[in-house]
C-alpha cells in the first residue's frame, strides 16, 4: 500500500529541501506575507496526513510479514514522513476551508490515501501514480464546491510590496530551479510545461482575438511558480526520461488550454491530474502487454 522502496539519494534530498522550503513558506506566510487561513489550519493538515500515512504504513507492513519503514529510529521516522509534510502544507496552503477543520482533515486524508488506492504495477512492484497533494485539491474541489476554494492570489504578497513584492517570486523561482535542477533532474518537464503554457496563451489569444496579457499574467503570481516547481514535478508520479518529461509538461499545457477553454475552473489543478491518469493508464496498459507476453517453449510446462 505504501511505497515499498527506501527513497534514491537524490529524490530524499529533494524531499528535505521541498520539506524545508514548504515548512519555511508556510510560516513566513502566516507571520509575515498575510495568509488568510487560520494558524490551525496547517496543523491540522499535518496531523491527519501524519496519522493516515502511519496508518497505511503499518497496515501493509503487518500484512506483507515486514517491518514498517518508520521503525527503528526517529531518522527513519522523519523521512518515512516527508511526503506527508510536504502533501499537508501544501494543501493548506492553496485551498481555503474558512472554519471547517474537517474539510482540512478530509482533504489532506484522500491525498495520502490516493497514494495506497491508485496504483500501478511497475517492474516487480507497485507504484502510484496521482500527485497526491494535487489529487486531494482536486477531489476537495469536486466534491464540495460550495464549502471550499483555492486561495487569493494576493495572500502570498498582501502585507508586503514594492521590490519585495518580486524578490519572493524570484527567491521562490531560484529555489524551486536549483531542487529540481539538482535532486529531482526535472527541469525539461519544468520548462516544457512553461513553454506549453506560453505557447497555449498566444493561440488563445489570437483565435479569440483578445489581449495576449491577462492569459499570460498567471505567471507573475506566487501561487503559479508553486505550482510549477513544486507540484508539477514531483519525482514519483512524472516520467524521467527527457522525452516522457516533454510529453509530460506539454500535456498538461494542453489540458489546461482546453479546460479554460471550456470554461471550467480550477483549470491547473484538474489539468495536471487528468494528465497523471492517462500516464497511470499508459503505464498500466505496459504492465498488461508484458504479463500476455507468448511464452517461449521451455516456459509453457511451467507458466505463463
Request: aromatic share 12%.
Amino acid at each position: 500500500m505504501s511505497e515499498r522502496t527506501y527513497y534514491s539519494a537524490d529524490h530524499l534530498a529533494a524531499l528535505r529541501r521541498f520539506s524545508v522550503a514548504i515548512t519555511a513558506l508556510t510560516v513566513l506566510g502566516h507571520a509575515v506575507l498575510g495568509f488568510e487561513q487560520s494558524y490551525v489550519q496547517p496543523l491540522v493538515a499535518l496531523v491527519a496526513a501524519y496519522a493516515v500515512q502511519l496508518a497505511l504504513e503499518w497496515v501493509d507492513a503487518v500484512s506483507n510479514g515486514r517491518p514498517p519503514r518508520f521503525a527503528g529510529s526517529w531518522g527513519a521516522l522523519v523521512e518515512f514522513l516527508l511526503p506527508a509534510h510536504i502533501t499537508a502544507l501544501a494543501i493548506a496552503m492553496l485551498l481555503y476551508f474558512n472554519d471547517r477543520l474537517w474539510l482540512v482533515a478530509f482533504s489532506t486524508a484522500v491525498a495520502i490515501a490516493s497514494k495506497a488506492v491508485f496504483r500501478v504495477p511497475v517492474g516487480d512492484r507497485t507504484r502510484h501514480f496521482l500527485n497526491p497533494s494535487n489529487f486531494g485539491i482536486c477531489a476537495t474541489l469536486l466534491v464540495f464546491p460550495y464549502d471550499v476554494g483555492l486561495v487569493l492570489p494576493w495572500q502570498f504578497s498582501e502585507n508586503i510590496g514594492g521590490a519585495v513584492d518580486w524578490v519572493l517570486p524570484a527567491l521562490i523561482f531560484a529555489l524551486g530551479t536549483y531542487i529540481n535542477g539538482c535532486f529531482t533532474k526535472r527541469m525539461p518537464l519544468v520548462a516544457a510545461w512553461l513553454a506549453g503554457f506560453v505557447i497555449q496563451a498566444v493561440v488563445r489569444s489570437y483565435l479569440l482575438d483578445a489581449p495576449l496579457f491577462p492569459r499570460l499574467a498567471p505567471l507573475t503570481g506566487v501561487a503559479f511558480v508553486l505550482f510549477t516547481f513544486y507540484m508539477v514535478p514531483d519525482p514519483a508520479t512524472t516520467p524521467r526520461g527527457l522525452g516522457g518529461q516533454v510529453v509530460f509538461g506539454t500535456a498538461v499545457a494542453v489540458a489546461y488550454a482546453v479546460l479554460t477553454a471550456l470554461h471550467i475552473p480550477f483549470g491547473l489543478f484538474f489539468a495536471l491530474t487528468i494528465v497523471c491518469a492517462l500516464r497511470g493508464l499508459g503505464l498500466l496498459a505496459q504492465s498488461l502487454a508484458a504479463s500476455r507476453r507468448p511464452c517461449a517453449p521451455e516456459e509453457l510446462a511451467i507458466s505463463c
